[in-house]
Structures are given as structure tokens and as C-alpha cells.
């Protein structure tokens, strides 16, 4: 999978408060509950993939 492509396809805002509610210590089984019932695990990890291409630019 294409974590940059896939994850850049999401709001760029849903991209930021997922990191944000990861860096708060929500688990990604949280997040999907408690805020985005659309999203999969793998959906998570894209962003997180997707950030760390950001920084490593």
C-alpha cells in the first residue's frame, strides 16, 4: 500500500487531529471509536506514514 498517496487523499484536517489524538495517547482502536467511525486501522497508519514523508523531505 501507498501510505503517502493513500493518506494525502484524506482532509489534510482529519490527517492532523488523528496525530493529534495519537500524540494525546489515544490508541487507534480510541480514535476509530470515539471520533471516526469511517476509518480503519490502516487509515491511521497512513497518516502516520504520511507524516513521517513530510518530515523527511
Known amino acids: ?3 503517502y498517496l493513500y493518506a494525502s487523499s484524506l482532509l489534510a484536517s482529519k490527517v492532523q487531529s488523528i496525530l493529534e489524538l495519537l500524540n ?3 490508541s487507534f482502536e480510541e480514535i476509530i471509536r470515539d471520533y471516526y467511525l ?6 491511521i497508519g ?4 504520511y ?3 513530510l518530515v523527511s523531505k
Request: glycine share 6%; hydrophobic share 45%; net charge negative.
Open 38 to 43: 469511517d476509518l480503519q486501522i490502516d487509515d
Open 46 to 49: 497512513a497518516c502516520l506514514q
Open 51 to 53: 507524516a513521517i514523508a
Open 1 to 3: 500500500m501507498d501510505y
Open 24 to 26: 494525546d495517547g489515544l
